[in-house]
């Protein structure tokens, strides 16, 4: 029987908790650090060896991940008072699996220069797919780093990934970090976009369960949608798998590097607003699966329609068209953005499409737009009237219904901003800044 | 001494009543009807004669307004049962001085003369300027008729306007509300922006009194600044003097025609959004002043500063310019639906710029995209630089902060649509769909 290498761990949250079990199923010897007492007695059940202390779980471990939350906490983690890198052994391989700024990250490889352990390998690595995938080992993993840390250390990202789920970015540090920022430009507007249209759903006297079962497998879906409104339905939002603050964060960086460049991202500001209206509801701790309560307070799973069938299905076509409209043009707005910053758009369509930004819109038209900012030839039909036309009729609805659609008329702002003849490239040209 | 005529008035609201009430003090006899009897007293108080039906408001009165608060309360009044035109003597002056779409106001023509009573002379006639100026015969007010009605009615619209603020619009009936549709582009973005610039100094801990002594008199004033912030300052929100609905449903014809005509109006349209949520938190009967509690729910002019004079003035200079960026998106937003519209644009600017849609930025800038618009030379320097710089700071602070800041980074998301270099031609050619 061969040993496997022990493997130091801290960040054990929904992702983290997930990830680090995993290793452990996989015959790994982990060793975990978490600031929540009851987490690490739980992860001792999963057969993990828990640490009382950040140093002590990375003492002696050659592989060491973490998956905090933010920038600040890695900081803290990594280089504070009785902190990880101190404690790390000589030729250590380092993974910041947290989602940060990519200038963290390079900020990261700077720090084990200036205080003398360069020698430590340094990966950064966010990943993506939610609780379920991480428990797996079949997340989405872009990762950027040096060729010698992949060397020594890409093996143990594929443990943690599904096969052709990691993403070797180019770049190196920060690479992987911006990879992850511009995939999140998809989850960050998808997310909210559930809650919109449950909540849109909720005014029309719709049933959650219902518009669950209409969305998923048609044009609508998103991995967001059917991620979430599990969730939704199930009121399970307590504080349930993904929290609003997570999310808040992750659009924070967007957001805050779109305005260091100058670039325009509409609809992830609108996001941005809604998770911050959360966070002073206090949803802040809670699912953000949860934020439909910014639109009901009814549970969705319990709507009693007395409309007739025939009824039911154009309304159900609705909440369908808000998602659809929605989702393209987050794909325009995450397709633009990555040009922006010069990431590979082939690797982008290629992570996305399966990974939590994923959407069957942008299965669909991504390719389309990628065409069309590499200055190929697009082949495919690419006209936004009939997107338009029915996002049109979705805010009509929702006009006179009273209920507000954020990104829903964000989304249909910028195809009137296209042009009354507006298709893809001039949807893609609101984006094409200098 | 002369004997005036008689005139009949129905929808004694906030400004129908002070119109009513100006035209008893220059000594008119006034016949009023309202649904609200204890307003029917406050009118007989005043010196009018309270009707007890619309049709003896109407009886024998050779002019008639009719200032209820929307479309179908006119269409109601004016042809219902027991109705407004059926009472009417022969070649009787109508004025409609609601603010409903200009193809109502152009519905009413066409139904006059569907019942025989094209002898009715009809004046489309909506106002601006508020209560106070309602009740001093100042307001301004944006009319369309045929050439006889102006000739027969015009003296009336004379009373109840200041010198120089009655604007007869090119265009028969129907121009006017299309006018005052325009006009309230800038009124419906102003409005709730002064509740976003009080929520957001709140968040920076900002009594409300020193936020409206810093932004009157300064590069940051609007008419409804000025106006609104008297009572976010009192909190005198119930019912005020100005509904959440009433703004709401102006806001609606903006963003309906602009639907119908594919024409995008991105801050309105976020606009609609908020109006509806204080809607839904059941704000609408309040005063639209009231909207601050979407951002807090401490009253602002409680509000104890520790911060030191310096940290104060850089803070409120922040609070200013979040609202100079908002007034000059919504200028652009307002000049350019009048363009697309066909409104003469000289006519847009004299009237909007002294009624409520005024503001310091759009009295400085309009002329400039005028100018653009129109293909003139413009001479004045234009770049957005300055206030994309400013907004982006506003909008960084915000983020920091938790604030959640709907049309500053929706008006920013524009401001970086128009490019690293954007000028007021881009910021226009936002709006330029073919």
Same mark, same amino acid.
């Given at each position: ?103 963290? !990250?390079?900020?990261?490889?700077? #720090?084990?220069?200036? *205080?003398?352990? +360069?020698?430590?390998?340094?990966? /950064?690595? %966010? &990943? ?114 993904? !929290?609003?603050?997570?999310?808040? #964060?992750?659009?924070? *960086?967007?957001? +805050?590097?779109?305005?260091?460049? /100058?670039? %325009? &991202? ?169």
């Amino acid at each position: 029987m061969t040993t496997k290498p022990a493997i130091g761990f801290c960040g054990l949250g929904a992702m983290g908790f997930g990830m680090a079990t995993h290793l452990v199923s996989q015959s790994y010897p982990v060793t975990g650090y978490d600031v929540y007492a009851p987490t690490l007695s739980r992860f001792a059940s999963a057969g993990g060896t828990p640490s009382s202390s950040l140093s002590e779980s990375a003492k002696d471990k050659a592989f060491y991940i973490c998956m905090v939350a933010t920038a600040a906490q890695a900081e803290q983690a990594l280089f504070g008072t009785d902190g990880i890198v101190a404690a790390l052994p000589q030729n250590a391989v380092l993974y910041l699996t947290s989602t940060v700024p990519s200038s963290y !990250a390079q900020s990261v490889s700077k #720090k084990l220069e200036d *205080i003398g352990r +360069s020698d430590v390998y340094f990966i /950064d690595a %966010p &990943v993506s797919g939610g609780a379920i995938r991480a428990a797996n080992g079949t997340l989405s993993i872009m990762a950027g780093a040096s060729g010698a840390a992949f060397e020594k250390g890409k093996w143990l990202l594929d443990e943690l990934t599904a096969p052709g789920k990691l993403f070797i970015v180019d770049g190196g540090v920060g690479a992987g970090s911006n990879m992850k920022m511009v995939h999140q430009v998809l989850a960050a507007i998808h997310i909210i976009s559930v809650s919109e249209a449950f909540g849109f759903a909720a005014g029309l006297g719709l049933n959650g369960k219902e518009v669950r079962d209409h969305v998923i497998g048609g044009k609508a879906w998103s991995f967001m949608f059917e991620n979430r409104s599990v969730r939704t339905l199930a009121e399970d939002y307590f504080p349930g798998a993904s !929290a609003v603050t997570i999310i808040l #964060k992750d659009t924070g *960086i967007i957001t +805050s590097m779109a305005n260091l460049v /100058d670039f %325009p &991202v509409p609809l992830c500001a609108t996001a941005e607003q809604l998770y911050i209206t959360g966070l002073n509801k206090d949803y802040g701790a809670n699912d953000d699966a949860g934020l439909v309560r910014l639109w009901t307070t009814e549970p969705v799973a319990s709507i009693q329609s007395s409309r007739s069938d025939d009824e039911k299905k154009a309304k159900l076509e609705l909440v369908s068209d808000l998602l659809i409209g929605i989702h393209l043009v987050a794909a325009a707005e995450g397709v633009s953005f990555a040009k922006h910053l010069g990431v590979s758009l082939g690797q982008y369509y290629e992570l996305c499409v399966e990974a939590a930004g994923g959407s069957a819109v942008f299965k669909e038209q991504a390719p389309k737009m990628i065409d069309i900012l590499e200055g190929k030839q697009n082949e495919g039909e690419a006209s936004l009237k009939s997107y338009r036309d029915a996002l049109k009729a979705v805010v009509t609805e929702a006009r006179n219904q009273r209920i507000p659609l954020h990104l829903g008329n964000g989304a249909l702002s910028l195809m009137e901003q296209a042009g009354k003849e507006g298709d893809f490239t001039s949807l893609l040209k609101l984006y094409s800044v200098e």
